[in-house]
């Protein structure tokens, strides 16, 4: 069974960047849809972006796209998130999640496999 290991993230101010990456082991990564979502103090867990395992497909959240890149290296079962001009509301714990065979979900329901999440806190 793949296990996802979030890292990268931090405290940081208003327009920095940070590139998180999830790692996956116990098994090749290369067959799944990778995921991250971000769940913030008081709110439910939302959709950041999600990239196919063919690296062909990828969907954003409109509050991210154009700023957050999602990509991915299967030759080191890694994915990442490379998140620029990050905003206090991008304050959140962020999750990596896999779906084995899976498409770009937004849906955290499609997606079995998580990662412990990593904290990303964004100051003024």
């Known amino acids: 069974q793949v296990q996802l290991v979030e890292s990268g993230g931090g405290v940081v101010q208003t327009g920095d960047s940070l590139k998180l990456s999830c790692v996956a082991s116990?098994?090749?990564?290369?067959?799944?849809?990778v995921a991250w979502f971000r769940q913030a103090p008081g709110k439910d867990r939302e959709f950041v972006a999600a990239?196919?395992?063919?690296?062909?497909?990828?969907n954003y959240a409109a509050s991210v796209k154009g700023r957050f890149t999602i990509s991915r290296d299967n030759s080191e079962n890694t994915a990442y998130l490379q998140m620029n001009s990050l905003k206090p509301e991008d304050t959140a714990v962020y999750y990596c999640?896999?779906?084995?065979?899976?498409?770009?979900?937004?849906?955290?329901?499609?997606?079995?496999?998580w990662g412990q999440g990593t904290r990303v806190t964004v100051s003024e």
């Open positions: 116990g098994g090749s990564f290369a067959t799944y849809a």
């Open positions: 999640a896999a779906k084995d065979r899976g498409v770009p979900y937004r849906s955290s329901l499609e997606y079995d496999i």
């Open positions: 990239i196919s395992f063919t690296h062909t497909v990828t």
